[in-house]
């Protein structure tokens, strides 16, 4: 079966104090890793797809990095409205099923 | 594009009565996803559809869940009868299909059963 695990399950950051989220996984064949974003109240937002190790992504001050094992989510510089759960999501080589891991809320305090 | 429609937002009910959540797709998505949040399990996928047909639903927690997608722009999910465990916030989400496989969620459906 397939299994996400996404640490820490808590992130306190000062304005500025540059961090990185974890998301491990093993699944039967790898078609895309996803990253989300959501903000109390509302539903997850898409960040990035990343389809291969060695692959990365940017988008402002975030930026997603691939392994075979393990993606990161690093924040740079990072801003109060930062501030939310991030979520990254496994799609395995058959069918379109997403599975999710627990999160890591982060929380950047002025 | 006004993204994944849910109705409705809240919705308190007593146990025992039947519930149906609403979800509109975002146009020319060609599959629609049914998931379940809560604090103790996170996000799980209850089922998805592709082309209106169900692919999968082996998240569906019981016989007390169903889901139809009548058409590519409307699907509903129900609970009859509804237990005080099924509060939880229910999202729908849509994705392109053809080699686009991100998806995109609406606002959700925050359930709450006495």
């Known amino acids: 079966e397939d299994q996400v695990t996404q640490s820490p399950e808590a992130l306190r950051l000062q304005e500025g104090e540059s961090s990185s989220l974890n998301c491990s996984y093993t699944?039967?064949?790898?078609?895309?890793l996803f990253w989300y974003r959501q903000d109390p109240g509302k539903g997850p937002e898409f960040l990035f797809t990343l389809y291969s190790a060695g692959e990365e992504k940017e988008k402002e001050r975030l930026k997603a990095t691939l392994t075979k094992k393990e993606s990161f989510l690093h924040i740079t510089a990072p801003k109060p409205e930062d501030s939310a759960t991030y979520l990254c999501a496994v799609l395995r080589a058959a069918g379109n099923k997403l599975t999710f891991g627990g999160g890591t809320r982060v929380l950047v305090k002025p | 594009d006004a993204g994944v429609i849910q109705s409705p937002r809240h919705e308190v009910t007593e146990m025992g009565q039947e519930v149906t959540l609403r979800c509109k797709p975002i146009?020319?998505?060609?599959?629609l996803f049914w998931y379940r949040q809560t604090m103790m399990r996170g996000l799980e996928l209850l089922i998805y559809?592709?082309?209106?047909?169900?692919?999968?639903d082996s998240g569906m927690p019981e016989d007390r869940f169903s889901a139809k997608m009548p058409n590519a722009s409307f699907s509903t999910l129900k609970i009859q009868p509804s237990e005080p465990r099924d509060s939880a916030v229910y999202f729908c989400?849509?994705?392109?299909?053809?080699?686009?496989?991100?998806?995109?969620f609406g606002p959700g459906t925050r359930l709450t059963v006495t």
């Open positions: 989400a849509s994705s392109p299909g053809q080699g686009v496989y991100e998806q995109y």
């Open positions: 559809f592709n082309n209106n047909v169900p692919i999968d």
């Open positions: 146009s020319g998505h060609d599959y």
């Open positions: 699944v039967s064949g790898l078609r895309g």
